[in-house]
């Protein structure tokens, strides 16, 4: 089925929830230019998150979305918020939707889990998941092992369900590419971190549209907690960290808070999360322009395929 069809959006393109960063600004900005918005709610009350909810309502009448990080203590209060405001979508991570899907289901909600093995996507078609989101190791932020090229087909082979991927996408050219491995739609997060909407200091923008291919770095892969980061005096001293091997808890409490610090603009001492594409951005934008930039370089990338082999 057309993602488009399925969540009554203009584009196949997913603003990936970004915990701290993807708030009303940015997502009513990503729906209003045709997209889906994904409200993060990681680290909110459930009163934090009916109000983020409410002021996207007023800032665009399309759909948009919100993102459940299933380890959250108050789960059970953010599916209540997500169940009474009737938010179009929800997508999920970071643990077993299986206790929740019935919920959202219920309330006419579809449910895009978040996942990055094969395993995990057999696992969420018999949940009856209505699409599955696929993450490739090359994204920014938390992260899995295998890489969005060899992950798309394989997951596609592996269930019957859309699939829409993400990782390592900031124009059209990967699009087509996904689109060419058999994905129905795509999920960004990176691109969307340098748009003048979105709610982090210019020095983290700034960060993401200076670097090159080589300046993002995974860390915690010890701990089974890796992320993608942007090098910075915080990841180094975090390698560093390790490297020699410290403890679980000694690395929980390294690293705990480190992206809200970078938001609030620690951008030496926090985490600056963002993914290998952060070479492809090079200037900050408002939303609409990055969409159509997008949809432009999709078309232009289609003409220009070779079709001989
Ligand atoms: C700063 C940052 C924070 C993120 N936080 C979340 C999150 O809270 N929940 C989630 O499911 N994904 C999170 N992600 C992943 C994105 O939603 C998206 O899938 C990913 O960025 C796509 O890959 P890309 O960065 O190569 O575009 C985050 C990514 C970044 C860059």
Request: glycine residues 10%; negative net charge.
């Amino acid at each position: 089925m057309k993602l488009t069809e399925l969540i009554h959006i203009k584009y196949p393109i997913i603003q990936g929830a970004m915990a701290h960063i993807a708030r009303p600004s940015l997502v009513s900005a990503v729906s209003n230019a045709g997209g889906l918005g994904i409200l993060a709610s990681a680290g909110l009350t459930g009163e934090e998150l009916r109000d983020a909810i409410q002021e996207t309502k007023h800032l665009t009448n399309q759909p948009f979305g919100v993102n459940l990080m299933l380890q959250m203590p108050n789960i059970k209060e953010l599916v209540d918020v997500i169940v009474d405001e009737r938010v179009a979508v929800v997508t999920t991570g970071a643990g077993n939707p299986a206790p929740i899907i019935p919920i959202l289901k219920e309330a006419g909600i579809k449910v895009l889990p978040v996942i990055a093995s094969v395993r995990h996507a057999k696992k969420m078609a018999t949940l009856g998941a209505d699409g599955l989101i696929v993450e490739g190791q090359e994204s920014g932020g938390h992260i899995g092992t295998a890489s969005t090229l060899t992950l798309i087909p394989q997951v596609v082979d592996a269930v019957d369900l859309p699939v829409i991927a993400a990782g390592g996408i900031a124009d059209g050219r990967g699009v087509a590419a996904m689109f060419a491995l058999g994905a129905v739609g795509v999920q960004l997060g990176t691109v969307f971190l340098a748009s003048e909407e979105c709610p982090i200091p210019l020095e983290y923008k700034q960060a993401v549209v200076e670097a090159t291919d080589q300046d993002t770095v995974v860390m915690g892969r010890l701990y089974n907690r890796a992320v993608r980061v942007l090098q910075n005096d915080f990841s180094s001293t975090c390698l560093e960290t390790e490297k020699q091997g410290v403890s679980p808890e000694e690395w929980q409490k390294v690293t705990s808070g480190s992206l809200l610090r970078a938001v609030q603009g620690e951008s030496q001492t926090g985490a600056m999360m963002a993914g290998e594409i952060s070479g492809l951005v090079h200037d900050i934008r408002p939303v609409k322009e990055i969409m159509e930039h997008i949809i432009t370089t999709y078309i232009k990338a289609l003409s220009q395929l070779n079709k001989e082999i």
